[in-house]
């Protein structure tokens, strides 16, 4: 279906993306060294498109993905598995949102790339990863998560074991959100009858807190 045209890590604390030759893709984390591994996140891989940088003329790693590919990412879909190179394997979570921080390599740019930033994926079996392997869609799916995030913390929430809830910060976390998000979890959670399965990190709440265990088996 495509090729691997370039590959970037941004370890913790590092400012931009850092070319690799060759990245080590694991299992249930993320990219080794990448600051987005994480086995609780449906972020931990962001795929970007060559044809979104030719056609807006951008500079390398602009978009900071970690997996820049030959193909049109607008065309793949949540839950989808991707190979790449021999061994690793991809699950597509869902498209990355635009944000303010691509300002910062163009002004405008957030406005401009539109739907075109790429799509974030979890690593379901890991492997090496090299510049120029291919990358093919498997015909195996796996479960599809919302593109909107609303949804994916309802989703998330239904796989709250009885009995137990979990932290405001932590449910972002697992829905793929940023912290500031939580600012509107009250008011989503009334509107969907699920008040007191989430909480705040100070609430009073004697429940046991969920750590997420078995959201992505």
């Keep these: 279906m495509g090729k691997v045209v370039a590959l970037s890590v941004r370890p913790p604390g590092s400012p931009a993306p850092i070319p690799q030759d060759a990245l080590q893709a694991l299992a249930g984390e993320g990219l080794a060294g990448d600051r987005h591994a994480d086995p609780r996140s449906p972020r931990q891989v962001l795929i970007a498109s060559a044809a979104a940088y030719e056609e807006l003329g951008l500079p390398p790693f602009a978009l900071r993905e970690n997996l820049l590919l030959a193909l049109d990412t607008q065309e793949l879909e949540s839950g989808m598995l991707l190979r790449i190179g021999a061994d690793a394997v991809l699950c597509l979570?869902?498209?990355?949102?635009?944000?303010?921080?691509?300002?910062?390599q163009r002004p405008g740019?957030?406005?401009a790339i539109?739907?075109?930033?790429?799509v974030l994926a979890r690593v379901v079996q890991g492997g090496a990863i090299r510049v120029g392997d291919p990358v093919v869609v498997l015909d195996r799916r796996l479960p599809a998560l919302p593109e909107d995030w609303r949804e994916r913390v309802v989703q998330?929430?239904?796989?709250?074991?009885?009995?137990?809830?979990?932290e405001y910060a932590e449910l972002a976390r697992f829905a793929g959100i940023q912290s500031s998000y939580?600012?509107?979890?009250?008011?989503?959670?009334?509107?969907r009858g699920l008040q007191g399965r989430a909480v705040p990190a100070r609430s009073n709440s004697a429940a046991p807190r969920w750590d997420g265990a078995g959201l992505f088996d």
């Design 93 to 104: 979570s869902f498209q990355c949102e635009a944000c303010g921080a691509l300002d910062l």
């Design 109 to 111: 740019l957030a406005r």
């Design 114 to 118: 539109l739907g075109r930033r790429g």
């Design 156 to 166: 998330v929430l239904a796989s709250l074991p009885p009995g137990m809830v979990v």
């Design 182 to 191: 939580c600012r509107a979890f009250p008011r989503l959670l009334a509107s």
